[in-house]
C-alpha cells in the first residue's frame, strides 16, 4: 500500500471491497481482517446526519431565536452540500478547510456546554448537554475521523496531529479552569 | 484504490477531543452545585437574612361598600442578596407586592397601573399585564383573563366582590404568553379575605399570623435573574427566597403562629417538614378554613396552592432553632441549597397569650366540603399532555382559544350546575398543579386512593402527580361567563397548558367589558 491515491480516487470507486476485488498489492480484498468502507462514504454520510439535524435544530429555533436559526441553516446546507461533494470526490483542499470547519464547530459545541455563549436564548449561561447536540457531534468526530484518512500521508499525519494538538488543548484549559 | 478504513492512530487523535466534547459538557452538569451563575460568595449562608413580612395595602380611599387601592407595576433595583442590585418588577414597586387586607362583605377596587418599560430589558419582551386574584369568583372581566392584556403606559381597575368565605388568595400577572418571566420577575402578592366566623375563632392573629411567599430564583454572573425553563419543562432555581429574602430567619415567641403559605414558585414543588421531626397542623386550604384541622408531619405543596399552617413554639426552649426544610418533590430539581427553607429561632416567651388554640372544628360550614357527588350533573374527563413540544389540556392550547376568538369551549356547565373533573396526567415525567378559576372544589380521590390530609380542605388548585387521575367535585356558583383552566407549572401555562370552559352562556365578556385605559398621571379614582 505505497501508492496512497488522492482523496479523490478513494472515493470514486463505489465497490471497493467487493469479493474477489483484488487491491493494489495484489492481495485480495477478502484476506484484509477488518471489514471496511471507504472513509470518504463515512465521512459522506456522517456529515450529511450532522447537517440534516443542524437543518432540524434551525426549525426548534426559528421562533425565538432567529440568528441561531440562521447560523443552524448555513451549516446544515454547507454540511449536506459537503455530504454530496464528498460521494462525488474531493481534493486535499478542500478535505482541510471542512476538517477545519468542522473542529472549529466542535469547539464551539464545546464552549457552548461549558462556558456558554454571550448570545441567545442562552446568554447567561451555558446549555445543558442534549441529545441532538450530542448526536450531531458524534458525527462530526466520525466525518473528521474518516477525512483525516481521506488526506495523502504526508498531509494526513499533519491533519491527524493537528486535531490531536486541539483536543488537548481543549483538556488544557479545562484542567486549568478556564473551560467547565 | 485503497479500500481506506479510518486507522487506529487517526481515530486516537481524534479522540482527544471526542473525549472533551462528549465528557466535559456532562462534567459541568454533575458537578453544578446550583444554576446560578453568580459567584457562590454571593450567596448568603443560610438563617443569616432576617425574616421580612411585605407591607400591608393601605387603600387611598374607602366609601360605605368599597375599599380603593392604587397600585403601579414598575421595575426597580432591590436586594435579595445581601449587597447585589437585582431588577425586578413589583406591584408598587415591592417584591412580593403589598398584602391587601379585604372583609368579606366589602368590595376591593384595585386600580392597577402598568408602569413597566416597553420591552423587558434582557429578555426583551413586551410586558403586557394581566391581574389575576388567585382565589377569588370575580366576574371575568376581572379574573385575570390571560388575553385581557394592559399594555405599558394603560391601566384597568379590577373589582373584587369578596362574597366568598375567608381565605388566603394572591394576586400575581397572568399575562398571555408572559405569565412566567412576569411573575418570575416579581408580580405576586397575597390577598387576605376574612369573614365573621374566622374571626370568631381563638386561632392566632395580628403578628401571630405571618404571610410565607415563596419562590425560587436563580442569578446570573453579575446579579440579574435568570431564566432558564429547560424547553419550557420548568424554572427550578437554586435560591429558595421567602417573602424575598433568601433563606431567612424569623425570631418566635413561645407560642401558636399561623403561616399562610403560598407557593409562588414558577415550578417548584415543595415537600415541608420540620427539622425537629414535629407534625404542623394544616388549617386552611386554597378555598379557606378547613372542616377539622389536620396534624402532619410532611406537607406536599404545589406551585399556587396555599396552605395555612400552625406551629407551636411552646414546646422549644428558648435559644432553639426550628429549620423549616423541603423534602422535595418529584421532577423538581433540587439542589443542596434547596433542601432548607428558612429558620425560626425560638427568642422569647409570648408577649401576648391570647388567640393561641387550634379548636377541633374550625368550619361548620365547608361550602365545597359539603358537595357530594351525587349532586353531580355531569362527568368531564380533561388530560394534560405534552405533545409537539407543546403543553395542552385535551390537546386544544390557547393558541387555539385566541385562534377561535376567545369562542372554544372545553366544558359549559350550568350555573349552579355540580360537576365531577377528572384530570389525568399519564406522564411519569412530570407533575402538573392545575388550576381552575372561579371555582372552589372537593378532591374525591387521587388514583381512586383518598387525597393526602393536608388537602381535606376547600382547594382551587389540584396536584396532579406522575401517572395520576385526580376527580374534582365543584359547583359552578357566583358568576357566569368564560374562565380558565390551566396548569400553575407558569412555563407550561404560557406554552401553552391553557384552555377555558363557559358557565351558562349570557356572562359578561372577559376582553371587552372593562379593557385597560391609556393611563395619565393624576387620574382620579
Ligand atoms: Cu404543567
Redesign the interface.
Known sequence: MTDRTTAARAVVDPHPAHPGDVDEDGSSALRSPVPTVTAGLVAAGAVTVAGVLHLLAALEHVQHQMTFAVFFIVVGLVQTGAGAGLRRGSTPLRVGLGLAALVGLVVLYVYSRTIGLQIGPHADRPEDPDFLGITVVVCELATIAAMITLLPDRLRSVAGNAVLVVGIGVWVLWATGVVG | ???????R??????????????A??????V?AKG?S?IAESKLPKPFTVPFVVPPVAKPIRSDATTDYYQMSMRQVQAEILPGVGTDLFGYDGQVPGPTIMASQGRQVVVRHVNGLPAKHPRWSYTPWTSVHLHGSASLPQYDGYASDITQPGQYKDYVYPNMQPARTLWYHDHGAAHTAENAYMGLAAMYQLTDAQERGLPIPTGRYDVPLILSDKMF??DG?L?Y?D?SHSGLWGDVITMNGKPWPRMPVERRKYRFRILNASLSRGFRYKLSTGEPMTVIATDGGLMGAPQQVSEIRHGMAERYDIVIDFAKYKIGQRVVLQNLGVKNSTDYDTTKQIMAFDVAAEPTDGTKNEVPSVLNPNPSAMGLTESMSTATRKLEVIRGN?EWSVNGVTWEQIVASGYRKVIANPAKDAVEVWEITNKSGGWFHPVHIHLVDFKILSRNGKPPRPEELGPKDVVYVGENETVRLLMKFEHQTGRYMVHCHNLPHEDHDMMTQFEVGTAGPDPMTAAPALPWTAGLKL
Open positions: 484504490m485503497s479500500t481506506r478504513a479510518v486507522s492512530r487517526d481515530l486516537l487523535k481524534v479522540s482527544a477531543l471526542g473525549a472533551a466534547a462528549l466535559l459538557p456532562f462534567e459541568r452538569v458537578r444554576i451563575r446570573t454572573a440579574q435568570m432558564e429547560k413540544g
